[in-house]
Structure formats: structure tokens, C-alpha cells
Nanobody, 118 residues
Framework: QVQFVESGGGLVQPGGSLRLSCLGS????????MNWYRQAPGKQRELVAS???????NYVDSVKGRFTVSRDNAKNTAYLQMNSLKPEDTAVYFC????????????WGQGTQVTVSS
């Protein structure tokens, strides 16, 4: 059973930083495109950033220049480095893994809460 587990959320003041991690199980992590989504209360889940198996990255406009997505295949882990955090970044953050071989093999993590508040 493949699983992905997020960690690293918490409470941070505006302007602060957090690094989220998404640890995958199994031996095929390097063949997944890793996506970070977030969902704020009363809002739809939105794609924040993604990184392909080849290392190509993409970001939603609202986080460009502040967030960085990366991966370490040797550690089966994807990261989301979040700097210059704003109150509007407050949300539950999820990692979502999609297999490059067959997109029907997709997995959501359980989510981690990020709260930006003074």
C-alpha cells in the first residue's frame, strides 16, 4: 500500500517561514509527479505548486517568488519551502502524488495545517 504523509505545518507569524515535507512509501517515488494543494476554510482546494519526476516546477501566481517546491528521491520526500508567509496562506496543505506511468494511480496525503497569524 503506497502512502504519502505530510509534516511540518504549524503556527507562524506573518513574514515567517515553514517547510512542509511529504514522505512517500514504496520504491517508486521517483516516478511520481508531486503536487501541493491547499484548502482554506470555505474555499475550494487549489493547486499551489508541483514538481515532475524530471524536476520541472510550476507555481500558482500567488506564491511565485515566495514558495519553492523540491524533491529528494533518495529520501522519498517532496518539500514545500514557504517564505514570507501571509495570513491568506492559512490553510490545510496536502500533497498529491500522481504516477507518471498511469494517472489512475494517485494518492493524497492526510494534510497538515498551516496557520499564519500574529
Amino acid at each position: 500500500q503506497v502512502q504519502f504523509v505530510e509534516s511540518g505545518g504549524g503556527l507562524v507569524q506573518p513574514g515567517g517561514s515553514l517547510r512542509l515535507s511529504c514522505l512517500g512509501s514504496g520504491s517508486t517515488f521517483s516516478y511520481f509527479t508531486m503536487n501541493w494543494y491547499r484548502q482554506a476554510p470555505g474555499k475550494q482546494r487549489e493547486l499551489v505548486a508541483s514538481i515532475t519526476s524530471g524536476g520541472r516546477t510550476n507555481y500558482v501566481d500567488s506564491v511565485k517568488g515566495r514558495f519553492t517546491v523540491s524533491r529528494d528521491n533518495a529520501k522519498n520526500t517532496a518539500y514545500l519551502q514557504m517564505n514570507s508567509l501571509k495570513p491568506e496562506d492559512t490553510a490545510v496543505y496536502f500533497c498529491y502524488a500522481v504516477s507518471d506511468f498511469d494517472p489512475r494511480f494517485d494518492y493524497w496525503g492526510q494534510g497538515t495545517q498551516v496557520t499564519v497569524s500574529s
